[in-house]
């Protein structure tokens, strides 16, 4: 059975249609806005589009490093995330 979960985040507000427990789905958002909430205090002037990539770029890696994926991998998904933190930044400041 789905079950209908509202979102508010960044000043976008939604709902969707889970099968999942309510209480899982509602501990992982609590973790995004907690993570989107540090990424907004470490760039207090961003947008919030920038803010939400920045969070996800974040927990993307934090994801890596708990899968312990190798040096290597990690050295490329730093590089990855920079070349994305770069290219948002110049897109963004047109």
């Known amino acids: 059975m789905k079950n209908p979960i509202s979102i508010n985040l960044l000043g976008t507000s939604f709902t ?10 509602k501990q992982i958002i609590s973790y ?9 205090n470490a760039f207090p002037k961003q ?3 920038k ?5 996800c ?9 708990e899968r312990n994926y ?4 990690q050295q490329n998904a730093s590089a990855v ?13 047109n």
């Open 57 to 65: 770029i974040f927990l993307i890696d934090e994801l890596f490093r």
């Open 16 to 25: 969707i249609q889970v099968d999942e427990d309510p209480e899982y789905i």
């Open 81 to 93: 995330a920079e070349s994305l933190i770069d290219r948002l930044d110049s897109v963004l400041d």
């Open 32 to 40: 995004l806005e907690e993570r989107i909430n540090k990424t907004r």
């Open 47 to 49: 947008e919030p589009l």
């Open 51 to 55: 803010i939400s990539l920045l969070a």
């Open 70 to 73: 190798s040096k290597e991998e």
